[in-house]
Protein backbone atom coordinates (compact mmCIF):
# COMPACT_ATOMS: atom_id res chain seq x y z
CA UNK A 1 0.00 0.00 0.00
CA UNK A 2 1.36 3.16 -0.87
CA UNK A 3 1.33 6.38 1.73
CA UNK A 4 -0.36 9.56 1.33
CA UNK A 5 0.62 12.49 -0.21
CA UNK A 6 3.05 14.28 1.92
CA UNK A 7 0.04 16.38 3.13
CA UNK A 8 -1.02 14.18 4.88
CA UNK A 9 1.62 13.01 6.68
CA UNK A 10 2.37 14.47 9.61
CA UNK A 11 5.45 15.84 8.48
CA UNK A 12 6.86 19.59 8.39
CA UNK A 13 5.39 20.74 11.15
CA UNK A 14 8.02 22.56 12.55
CA UNK A 15 7.14 25.50 9.57
CA UNK A 16 4.10 27.75 9.58
CA UNK A 17 1.11 26.35 7.54
CA UNK A 18 2.09 28.16 4.30
CA UNK A 19 6.08 27.58 4.05
CA UNK A 20 4.71 23.61 4.96
CA UNK A 21 2.25 23.64 2.59
CA UNK A 22 5.00 24.74 -0.20
CA UNK A 23 7.46 22.23 1.03
CA UNK A 24 5.13 19.57 1.06
CA UNK A 25 4.35 20.57 -2.58
CA UNK A 26 7.69 20.40 -3.62
CA UNK A 27 7.80 16.78 -1.95
CA UNK A 28 4.86 15.65 -3.65
CA UNK A 29 6.46 17.00 -7.12
CA UNK A 30 9.51 15.22 -6.66
CA UNK A 31 7.24 11.82 -6.10
CA UNK A 32 4.99 12.12 -8.47
CA UNK A 33 7.95 12.98 -11.41
CA UNK A 34 10.00 9.61 -9.80
CA UNK A 35 7.18 7.78 -10.65
CA UNK A 36 6.35 8.93 -13.82
CA UNK A 37 9.41 9.38 -15.61
CA UNK A 38 11.36 6.08 -14.20
CA UNK A 39 10.99 4.08 -17.66
CA UNK A 40 11.40 7.28 -19.80
CA UNK A 41 14.33 6.99 -22.15
CA UNK A 42 16.49 9.96 -23.09
CA UNK A 43 14.42 10.33 -26.55
CA UNK A 44 11.07 9.56 -24.73
CA UNK A 45 11.65 12.32 -22.12
CA UNK A 46 12.40 14.73 -25.01
CA UNK A 47 9.19 13.64 -27.44
CA UNK A 48 6.81 16.44 -27.90
CA UNK A 49 3.76 13.90 -28.89
CA UNK A 50 0.97 15.82 -30.79
CA UNK A 51 3.38 19.02 -30.41
CA UNK A 52 3.16 19.37 -26.45
CA UNK A 53 6.09 20.80 -24.31
CA UNK A 54 8.12 17.85 -23.61
CA UNK A 55 8.53 16.49 -19.63
CA UNK A 56 12.54 17.65 -20.22
CA UNK A 57 11.13 20.88 -20.77
CA UNK A 58 8.51 21.06 -17.84
CA UNK A 59 11.05 19.80 -15.65
CA UNK A 60 13.87 22.30 -16.47
CA UNK A 61 10.78 24.91 -16.24
CA UNK A 62 9.73 24.18 -12.79
CA UNK A 63 13.44 23.82 -11.41
CA UNK A 64 14.52 27.08 -13.36
CA UNK A 65 10.93 28.92 -12.34
CA UNK A 66 11.09 28.31 -8.44
CA UNK A 67 14.46 29.96 -8.58
CA UNK A 68 13.05 32.70 -10.38
CA UNK A 69 10.14 32.95 -8.28
CA UNK A 70 12.04 32.97 -5.33
CA UNK A 71 14.73 35.57 -5.75
CA UNK A 72 11.46 37.78 -5.82
CA UNK A 73 10.40 36.69 -3.05
CA UNK A 74 13.80 37.64 -1.66
CA UNK A 75 13.67 40.66 -3.12
CA UNK A 76 15.71 40.13 -6.15
CA UNK A 77 15.07 41.10 -9.57
CA UNK A 78 16.54 38.12 -11.88
CA UNK A 79 20.35 37.70 -12.88
CA UNK A 80 21.85 37.86 -16.41
CA UNK A 81 22.00 33.87 -15.28
CA UNK A 82 19.00 33.51 -14.51
CA UNK A 83 17.23 35.40 -18.01
CA UNK A 84 20.39 32.99 -19.90
CA UNK A 85 18.67 29.81 -17.71
CA UNK A 86 15.05 31.12 -18.85
CA UNK A 87 15.73 31.46 -22.67
CA UNK A 88 17.09 28.16 -22.89
CA UNK A 89 14.46 25.96 -21.23
CA UNK A 90 13.78 23.84 -24.20
CA UNK A 91 17.25 22.92 -24.65
CA UNK A 92 18.12 19.53 -23.41
CA UNK A 93 21.29 18.47 -22.11
CA UNK A 94 20.38 14.58 -21.06
CA UNK A 95 17.80 12.79 -19.44
CA UNK A 96 20.86 12.69 -16.60
CA UNK A 97 21.37 16.28 -16.83
CA UNK A 98 17.58 17.06 -16.38
CA UNK A 99 16.74 14.77 -13.87
CA UNK A 100 19.78 16.15 -11.93
CA UNK A 101 18.89 20.29 -12.64
CA UNK A 102 15.39 19.34 -11.20
CA UNK A 103 16.32 17.45 -8.18
CA UNK A 104 18.41 19.78 -7.45
CA UNK A 105 16.31 22.92 -8.22
CA UNK A 106 13.26 21.60 -5.49
CA UNK A 107 16.30 20.91 -3.25
CA UNK A 108 17.16 24.42 -3.18
CA UNK A 109 13.98 25.66 -3.78
CA UNK A 110 13.08 23.95 -0.63
CA UNK A 111 15.66 25.47 1.66
CA UNK A 112 14.88 28.50 0.29
CA UNK A 113 11.49 28.36 1.46
CA UNK A 114 12.55 27.34 4.97
CA UNK A 115 14.41 30.63 5.33
CA UNK A 116 11.35 32.90 4.83
CA UNK A 117 10.49 34.80 7.37
CA UNK A 118 6.44 33.98 8.24
CA UNK A 119 6.09 38.06 9.10
CA UNK A 120 7.48 39.37 5.53
CA UNK A 121 4.09 37.53 3.92
CA UNK A 122 2.24 40.73 3.57
CA UNK A 123 5.38 42.41 2.28
CA UNK A 124 5.18 43.86 -1.03
CA UNK A 125 7.63 42.62 -4.58
CA UNK A 126 7.82 43.56 -7.99
CA UNK A 127 7.51 40.39 -10.44
CA UNK A 128 9.18 40.92 -14.00
CA UNK A 129 10.30 43.98 -16.30
CA UNK A 130 6.97 45.76 -14.96
CA UNK A 131 7.82 45.06 -11.30
CA UNK A 132 4.15 43.83 -11.47
CA UNK A 133 2.86 44.22 -7.85
CA UNK A 134 2.28 41.02 -5.55
CA UNK A 135 3.30 39.61 -2.08
CA UNK A 136 5.85 37.50 -0.66
CA UNK A 137 3.20 35.01 0.72
CA UNK A 138 1.25 35.38 -2.90
CA UNK A 139 4.86 34.37 -4.16
CA UNK A 140 4.69 31.58 -2.21
CA UNK A 141 1.22 30.15 -3.11
CA UNK A 142 3.05 30.77 -6.62
CA UNK A 143 5.92 28.82 -6.13
CA UNK A 144 3.44 25.25 -4.65
CA UNK A 145 1.10 26.01 -7.40
CA UNK A 146 3.10 26.74 -10.62
CA UNK A 147 5.10 23.74 -9.46
CA UNK A 148 2.18 21.26 -9.23
CA UNK A 149 0.65 22.72 -12.93
CA UNK A 150 3.65 21.08 -14.43
CA UNK A 151 4.04 18.38 -13.10
CA UNK A 152 0.65 17.27 -14.20
CA UNK A 153 1.58 18.43 -17.21
CA UNK A 154 4.91 15.93 -16.94
CA UNK A 155 2.47 12.75 -16.04
CA UNK A 156 0.20 13.48 -18.81
CA UNK A 157 2.77 14.11 -21.50
CA UNK A 158 4.97 10.67 -20.03
CA UNK A 159 1.60 8.51 -20.13
CA UNK A 160 0.91 9.61 -23.63
CA UNK A 161 4.71 8.80 -24.57
CA UNK A 162 4.69 6.07 -23.04
CA UNK A 163 1.16 4.84 -24.74
CA UNK A 164 2.88 5.95 -27.87
CA UNK A 165 5.74 3.43 -27.56
CA UNK A 166 6.25 0.89 -30.07
CA UNK A 167 3.42 2.21 -31.97
CA UNK A 168 6.29 4.39 -34.83
Known amino acids: MSQPEPWLRGTLAEYDTLRRAVLHALQLA ?27 FHLRHIARSLDRLLSYAEGEQL ?21 LEFAEGLELAAARVTRIDP ?35 VVTTAKVVTALRGRA
Open 79 to 99: SDRQMQLLRSEMTSHGREQTM
Open 30 to 56: AEDVARWTAELTDEELEARPLEMASVG
Open 119 to 153: ASYESLRGVGRKALPTAVGALLVHCADHTQRHVGQ
